[in-house]
């Protein structure tokens, strides 16, 4: 609830994808010429493409000043809790993702391309240990967190 006693919602915009950002400042630009009321924010969430999460009173005022915006390609149904919106901008560290016995792909230094598991996770000193599975032989390599990708499963 706001101070003036009225519910927040998050509507969802659907928008071409890679062209969130312009949508967002086309919206910005109309909502400031038009002086329009109950719009509070425009969200960007940064791993989701094709979508902007617009804060606002009510559906309404979202469809009247998107309707005739470029790269808009509708409204999807329903909205979104403010906990939804939290756990799609929260940025998590790949290095929180990797577990041991992940299977990853070295990106950077000499073991470049290769692919290994994962046998520990040092997060103070942001390493991983790894054993390359690509050696004919049992070899173990400790590596920065950043040099490793997740493998596509």
Known sequence: ??????????????TTAGQELNVALMLESLIRNTETRGIYSIIIPPKVKGYIIIETEGHHI????AKDIKHVKGQAMGSLTEEEVERLLKVVSPLEELQPGDIVEVVSGPFKGLKAQIISVNVS??????????ASFKMEVTLPA???KPAKR
């Open 1 to 14: 609830m706001t101070q003036s006693g009225k519910q927040h919602k998050y509507v969802i915009l659907r």
């Open 62 to 65: 979202v469809h009247k000043i």
């Open 125 to 134: 000193k942001r390493t991983v240990t790894l054993n390359i599975l690509e």
């Open 146 to 148: 950043d040099d490793v």
